[in-house]
């Protein structure tokens, strides 16, 4: 399996690519150089289409798709440049300093980020493709595709940063983007409180990437990823001293963003936005930024001494998300939320997969999940499209009316419970692998976290999650695709432009993970390391069985079970009753009652107080400050009143009157009168005569 298959995992051995390997790795010539359009041409093209979108023949979708295109076509050609010759290349240009620190704008174009390019690209493009029909005759059409446009562009700078900087500026686009998108039709209080909740969830996480981001970049004196990579190498004392703070402060930031318990509530409640939006949130932007930056620092986590502790911290976090979402998808009636929860459990499986060391392994899952997520959604919404409803209950027998729909449908579902031989199966096969060698006693992990007990609870907990993953995507199945319909209206496949994504993805889902087949091909491997080589972290020359088997019997029998329970006429409604337990449906149902807890227990508590002081400020020293900066123009404009009409005014004035008098002598000698000139004449010659005799 990919993920820790060899002792030694307390301290790994870090090899940074560009020192050690850089025989192996390429320039990338002119394909790398020029990777700073990938971020650029999808920003530039969002404010285009908010712009002059109306002017265009399909009103910016034609401008949204064509992008996505390039970038499904850059993306494509990266990778496939970089399975044949690995790329290691980071363009950077200075736009300031803070002391010592430059600030930077570049680009990155390695393994990690090469894998994210084509996710975003290729899955981006079907979706904006899916999204011309679904969106059809919406009131804001050209807003939502400007807005759809700059949440791809925003994942791309974040993925293509390489420093914490420009990583933070992508962050944030994403979350201006997505607060946008998931309140679309606002118009309705309960879609922009959506919009509104995951704005403010997502800022407490965005605290501690903050905090982390100050901490990790004074450390090792610079906010390049590549200098952390090379102070974790060299063992840098200030690294690690604060590789702790540093690295529970950032992942609290991917918590956020990668809706990790209990920061997950708001990641349910942002269906409310298009269909469309949900799918390319779930499957390649987003939710999935925060296992970007855990693999992107990952070498942070394996600095000795504290980073030990942090990766427990990680693993437990993941094995609570993937355990406790899972179980809440059970008692979801809305098609869009049964999804939504089980993304919540499979970047629990990310997430512990990380902390268990298994670098690779974590990311393999997010390479393949985008496509059956991708897939799922884009179904769903055709679903809905169809029946106007997105209520279980609202559905059924629609299996004969939406063939394209239910097939593929069902081939995401198989992926998503980890059937073989999809996609699913192999990149949640190699977490489960590395779970279980991290619970043995040849694994260092253990012994740095106090025994074996903790890897192997979280693997008994991702066991249970693959059988509850199977029984609700089996459950979801039967509700909507068998049995009789209950809508109304006729329902119909959708159009072309609808379905071929769906069967795209499909084929995604089913090979996607073949290219990573133990003792066959490791070529996902190859592509993710290649920036640096974990000695811990490396691809294993057969299946681990046992891990194998587990994992497929909990599929198997989840399917089992939610056939026996849901499939038309095979059981009674008293013998579905039987598997409600007492106290744990309404528990379900409230979701842990978390979303009251912040509710009551804090929101309410603070809001009036935080509310009186915020208008005791706004009264006090706000409405200080502007009325005081009130009286001070009015007294300003009564000084320059004064002046102007007692200095400038009589300064003019006085002028005139000087004038007018010099005027007055003039006058009264210019009389017109030639007698009195010639006296005038006359004696002021004999002045000057005498004047001249007198004094000479």
């Given amino acids: 399996m990919i993920g820790l298959l060899a002792p030694g995992l307390v301290a790994p051995v870090l090899v940074v690519a560009e020192e050690a390997h850089a025989a192996e790795l390429s320039s990338g010539g002119l394909l790398a150089s020029a990777a700073w359009l990938i971020p650029v041409v999808p920003l530039v093209a969002a404010w285009v289409i908010a712009l002059f979108g109306k002017r265009f023949p399909l009103k910016g979708w034609d401008v949204a798709i064509a992008v996505m295109g390039f970038e499904a076509a850059y993306g494509t050609v990266l990778l496939l440049s970089h399975i044949a010759n690995p790329i290691g290349y980071e363009g950077t240009v200075e736009i300031a300093r803070i002391g010592s620190l430059p600030i930077e704008w570049g680009w990155t174009v390695d393994g990690l980020s090469i894998m ?51 990583l ?51 450390s090792v004196g610079s906010f390049r990823f590549s200098d952390v990579l090379d102070g974790v190498e060299s063992g840098a004392p200030t690294l690690a001293r604060y590789a702790f703070w540093g ?94 929860y089980s993304t919540l459990s499979q970047l629990g499986y990310m997430t512990a997969a990380m902390g268990a060391g298994a670098y690779t392994a974590g990311l393999f899952h997010l390479f393949t999940h985008a496509f059956f997520k991708a897939l799922l959604f884009l179904g769903a919404g055709s679903v809905i499209h169809a029946v106007h409803s997105n209520n279980l209950s609202d559905m059924g027998g629609l299996r004969k009316d939406m063939p394209w729909t239910f097939r593929t449908f069902v081939v995401g579902s198989l992926a998503l419970a980890g059937i073989l031989p999809l996609a699913g199966f192999f990149s949640k096969d190699e977490i489960l692998a590395s779970l279980r060698f991290a619970g043995s006693e040849e694994s260092g992990f253990t012994a740095a976290q106090g025994g074996a007990g903790l890897a ?136 842990y009652h978390i979303d009251t807890f912040y509710m009551d227990g804090i929101i309410r508590p603070i809001r009036g107080p935080v509310a009186g002081a915020v208008n005791w400020v706004n009264g006090h020293v706000i409405d200080f400050v502007v009325n005081g900066a009130g009286l001070a123009a009015m007294g300003l404009g009564r000084g320059v009143y004064v002046l102007d009409q007692e200095g400038v005014d009589g300064a003019i004035n006085a002028a005139g009157a000087v004038t007018g008098a010099g005027g007055g002598v003039l006058r009264r000698m210019q009389s017109g009168r030639i007698e009195q000139y010639a006296t005038w004449l006359i004696g002021g010659t004999v002045a000057l005569v005498a004047g001249f005799i007198i004094f000479s």
């Fill in 116 to 166: 994210m390019y084509s996710i975003v690209g290729v899955v981006g493009f079907l979706v904006f493709l899916y999204a011309r029909g679904y969106m059809e005759g919406d009131i804001r059409y050209t807003w939502f595709f400007a807005s759809f446009t700059l949440f791809a562009g925003g994942m791309l700078v974040l993925v293509s940063a390489p420093n914490l900087l420009q």
């Fill in 168 to 218: 933070i500026v992508g962050w944030e686009l994403v979350g201006v983007s997505s607060w946008l998108l998931i309140g679309h039709y606002w118009e309705e209080h309960e879609n922009s409180s959506a919009a509104i909740k995951a704005f403010l969830v997502n800022r407490v996480g965005d605290i501690g990437l903050f905090i982390g981001a100050i901490i990790v970049s004074v």
């Fill in 247 to 340: 690295g529970v402060a950032l992942f609290i930031g991917a918590m956020g963003k990668s809706a990790q318990f209990p920061l997950h509530v708001w990641l349910p409640d942002a269906m409310a936005g298009p269909t469309p939006v949900s799918a390319l949130m779930h499957a390649a932007t987003m939710v999935t930024a925060g296992v970007y930056l855990v693999g992107r620092v990952y070498p942070l986590y394996l600095t000795e001494g504290f980073a030990d502790d942090v990766r427990s911290f990680i693993i437990v976090v993941g094995a609570l998300t993937l355990f406790l979402t899972g179980l809440i998808a059970l008692v979801q009636n809305d098609i869009k939320k049964v999804l939504a």
């Fill in 456 to 591: 192997n609870v979280v693997l008994v907990l991702a066991i249970a999650g693959a059988f509850v993953t199977a029984f609700y995507m089996a459950r979801t199945v039967f509700l909507t695709f068998y049995g009789q319909y209950k809508g109304h209206g006729h329902p119909h496949e959708s159009p072309k432009v609808m379905w071929v994504p769906l069967a795209v993805l499909g084929f995604f889902s089913i090979v996607a993970g073949w290219i990573n087949i133990p003792g066959i091909t490791s070529t996902f491997t190859d592509v993710v390391g290649a920036r640096f080589h974990l000695v811990a972290d490396h691809h294993a020359e057969s299946f681990d069985y046992l891990a194998m088997v587990l994992g497929l019997a909990a599929a198997v029998g989840g399917i089992a079970l939610g056939y026996r329970i849901w499939f038309p006429d095979r059981a009674t409604q008293a013998e579905r009753d039987t598997f409600t337990i007492p106290g744990l449906y309404p528990l379900l149902s409230a979701k």
